[in-house]
């Protein structure tokens, strides 16, 4: 039987973000990264991966460079509560992250955006960023959600056993911590994208 261990402490500091400031997040990325007639490329390194919940026209394997995946970010809601907070992954500074872009056609982004923000921008915790995304068809300029680093949810570099405790021990409106995690590390494998950190955690949590 699993060890239950206790997870590192979680700032208590937290809000969601009004919708109107969702929207203002939205419409300001928008401005200084799409011209309004062109398809959008979006960058999914972790859930995206697996349930992007968005019609695409395309998808591709795709590397960011300055960034790595990364479980980093205090999920207080959809993979744990506020009082037994989860982690799920971040885009942190350093290295680089394959994953996979999805196309996204331009008469699509209207409707696609705001379910987008709402769901990757609940808690302002990451930055939108238009970022230079390689892939073997050539660079694409990619959405990308990178974690912010002053946000109160970012957990920073945690100890393994304050990881693997708080993956365990995460519950939320999306269900178990544990499932996310593992969800994730079987899309990456499925693609062929190496994740050894990930893959190392996942055997950890099956010990």
Partial sequence: MNAVLSPAPCPSTFRLLTSEERQASMHATLACGWNGSEDVWIFGYGSLIWR?????AEQRLGLVRGYHRSLCLWSRINRGTPENPGLVFG???GG???G???RLRSDDVAMVFP?????????GAYLPRWLRCETVHGDVRALVFVMDRDSPSYAGQLASDAVLAAVRNGIGKYGRCVEYVASTARALREHG???H??????HQLAE
Avoid at 52 to 56: Q, S
Avoid at 197 to 202: S, T
């Fill in 96 to 98: 680089a992250c394959r």
């Fill in 115 to 123: 379910a987008l923000w709402e769901r990757e921008m609940a808690s």
């Fill in 91 to 93: 885009l942190d500074r």
């Fill in 52 to 56: 992007p919940e968005f019609d695409h």
């Fill in 197 to 202: 950190r990930l893959e190392r955690i996942v």
């Fill in 100 to 102: 996979m872009v999805f």
């Fill in 193 to 195: 994208i190496a994740d």
